[in-house]
């Protein structure tokens, strides 16, 4: 087995790491966007260019990842890990939805605010949020050419074919060893993919907090400022029940997982798009010691079922278009519509302004004036960053819960250690010098 001993610098030695770069690259945008908005908006094709390489790589992590490790598990490991999945999934889905509601009763941020002009064109709603129902979401997550939806990045259908095709190769068994082991191959080299591609981040970052900040301006933000900070803060009480709770159940090094998630956490914010920062999360997550199998698995799901920023958000936000519109609702419609978006917000797209979809077939459906969803628009982007940042955060925890669910970390993983990764950018000494890969020695189903 590899050594997972980790090098830290010596004492007082200051280092120029990926994640400090990566920080960096936020505070210089934020200044740029501040101080030069105009020429922060012309940085967007920067910020384009390293939204396209995180999507370029995309489709071929979940097909590599997923296959193999479903291939090595086996179909009983795979339907246990599922179960214990949606059962993970629900309990914090449904914990957001409450946090969010709770904010929203003690702040009331939409007290005082002033819907938009009532729109005598529905065509322009309907644009925004087409009708989405439970079974044009079942359908739809089930491709017509696994070809298609690569080429659109639909993270959902991609993980349904790789998950029915890895079933399928575990079940030839010798026969089509072969293709596990093009899987595993495939794998090792998108994640070395991915270490090259990181290094572009801080220009990215840079580029796209620039552009958000230059585009919108701080004046958005001032009418509506106590919703901004109501959702903020509520998102940051969900993370300390969610870092509670993974600490209580796992036991891990807790200050280890966060420096460690900190860098994808950097680009989910920045970005506001789930998609970019999951190939990071996922290889960072196998260099803490978590399965691949299990990584591969809960995190793709998880962007389709486990979102719980975009969940808290939407229970603020049902609540504040109720505030604004003079709406009293009583408790028990409360929690009915909480009710309502358990099942809404699991068809949530990790991508930016998917929320708003979803929120605006809700409105209609609790019979809330649908012009809230325009009064949000104008701070959605402030908004979607922070929701995308616990969607992206949330995943990461999922796929440690589960796997300590599964014991399935080892004793001597990094995650249970104090030596932790400086910056979330550097491998084990053990990888560098050229061994086995931490991840591919323990990637073994659970006994």
């Known amino acids: 087995m590899a050594d997972r001993t980790i090098d830290t610098p010596p004492p007082g030695r200051f280092r120029i790491t990926l994640t400090r770069m990566i920080v960096l690259g936020l505070v210089v945008g934020c200044l740029l966007g501040w ?39 086996g179909i009983k490991t795979v339907g ?26 003690l702040i009331s941020p ?16 309907k644009q925004l949020a087409p009708a989405a129902t439970a079974s044009s979401f079942l359908v739809n997550m089930v491709p017509t050419s696994i070809f298609d939806a690569m080429a659109r990045n639909d993270v959902l259908q991609i993980v349904v074919f790789s998950v029915f095709l890895g079933l399928a190769v575990s079940a030839a068994g010798r026969k089509a060893q072969r293709i596990k082991e093009l899987a595993e191959s495939g794998a090792e080299a998108v994640f070395k993919l991915v270490g090259f591609v990181m290094y572009f981040a801080p220009f990215g970052v840079c580029a796209a907090i620039a552009v958000t900040l230059g585009h919108n301006g701080a004046a958005v933000l001032l009418p509506l400022v106590k919703c901004v900070l109501a959702l903020y ?11 509670a709770a993974v600490k209580l159940l796992t036991r891990i090094h807790l200050p280890t997982f966060l420096r460690v998630i900190r860098e994808p956490a950097i680009i989910a914010f920045t970005t ?44 603020l936000a049902v609540m504040f278009v109720a505030q604004a519109a003079g709406v009293e609702m009583t408790w028990t419609a409360q929690l009915g519509a909480m009710v309502l978006l358990m099942a809404a917000s699991k068809g949530v ?55 300590r669910w599964e014991n399935a970390i080892p004793p001597d993983a990094p995650i249970y250690g104090r030596t932790a990764f400086d910056d979330g950018s550097q491998l084990p000494a053990a990888q560098v010098v050229g061994e086995t890969s931490v991840a591919a020695d323990h990637d073994q189903p659970a006994q």
């Open 272 to 315: 506001a798009s789930s998609d970019a920062a999951l190939p990071r999360a996922m290889q960072l997550l196998e260099r803490l010691g978590i399965p691949r199998r299990i990584v591969g698995f809960v995190v793709p799901v998880g962007y389709a079922f486990n979102l719980d920023g975009s969940t808290l958000y939407l229970s």
């Open 110 to 125: 939409g007290t005082g605010a002033v819907l938009a002009a009532p729109v005598h064109d529905p065509a322009a709603l």
């Open 35 to 73: 101080l030069a908005p105009e020429f922060a908006v012309s940085l967007k094709p920067i910020s384009d260019v390293f939204l396209r390489l995180i999507k370029m790589m995309l489709a071929p992590l979940l097909i590599t990842t997923l296959v193999a490790g479903i291939a090595g598990a």
């Open 349 to 403: 797209a990790g991508v930016p302004r998917a929320a708003l979809v979803v929120l605006a077939n809700t409105l209609v459906g609790l019979n809330l004036p649908q012009e809230g969803v325009l009064l949000l628009l104008g701070i959605d982007a402030v908004m979607d960053m922070g929701r995308t940042c616990v969607n992206v955060v949330g995943n990461c925890v999922a796929a440690v819960v589960l796997a």
């Open 80 to 105: 246990r890990l599922g179960v214990k999945a949606i059962v993970w999934f629900e309990v914090a889905t449904t914990a957001a939805l409450f946090v969010g509601l709770a904010a929203a009763n």
């Open 233 to 243: 803060a509520a998102l940051a009480v969900f993370f300390l029940l969610l870092f």
